[in-house]
Each structure stands twice: as C-alpha cells, then as structure tokens.
C-alpha cells in the first residue's frame, strides 16, 4: 500500500525557512515523479515543484530560487527545502507521488504552512 506522509510545516516569519518531509512507504522505486503541490483556502492546487527520474526538478516560477526539492533514498524521503519565504506562500502542501506518466496521483494528508509577521 502507498503511504504518503508529510511533516514539517508550521509558522514563520517572512524571511525564514522550512522543511518539508514527505516519508513514502509502498512506493516502486522506478516511479514517475515525486512532488509537492499547495493549495491555499478557496483556490486551486498549484504545483510546487517536482523531482523525475535522473534528479530531473521542476520548480514553479514562483519558488524557483527560493524552493529546493530532494530525496534521500535511504531514508525513502521526499524534502522540499523553503527558504525567503513570502505570505503569498501560505497554503497547505501535499506531497504526491505518480508510478508512471499519466496515473493517478497519490496524495498525503498535508500539512499547513503559515508565513506571517
């Protein structure tokens, strides 16, 4: 079975950083993609960034620069590093995983991310 679960979120002040985890269990090691998508209350899911085979990422305009997504495959983790963080980057951030291109995304419970003074 797929287990997604992320941790790591919490409340920051503009200018600071989080770490995002996302512990994978059950998942093929060939998959597709790993990533992280965020929604904000009354809005649409955004991507975030993603990390395909061969370490190949995608980073949203928006957190390009500021956001870094890895995996320690020793670990079975996904991570997204946030550093200079924004407002406008409060949501609640799921982390997701694909076995092949076009599947059905799995998706963890999330957890919220707060930047406020």
Excluded at 10 to 28: D, E, N, W
Excluded at 48 to 62: K, L
């Amino acid at each position: 079975q797929v287990q997604l679960v992320e941790s790591g979120g919490g409340l920051v002040q503009p200018g600071g950083s989080l770490r995002l985890s996302c512990a994978t269990s059950g998942i093929s090691f060939s998959f597709y993609s790993m990533g992280w998508y965020r929604q904000a209350p009354g809005k649409g899911r955004e991507v975030v960034a993603r990390i395909f085979r061969e370490e190949r990422t995608y980073y949203a305009d928006s957190v390009k620069g500021r956001f870094t997504i890895s995996r320690d495959n020793a670990k079975n983790t996904v991570y997204l590093q946030m550093n200079s963080l924004k407002p406008e980057d409060t949501a609640v951030y799921y982390c997701t995983y694909r076995a092949y291109m076009g599947a059905d995304a799995y998706w963890g419970q999330g957890t919220q991310v707060t930047v406020s003074s």
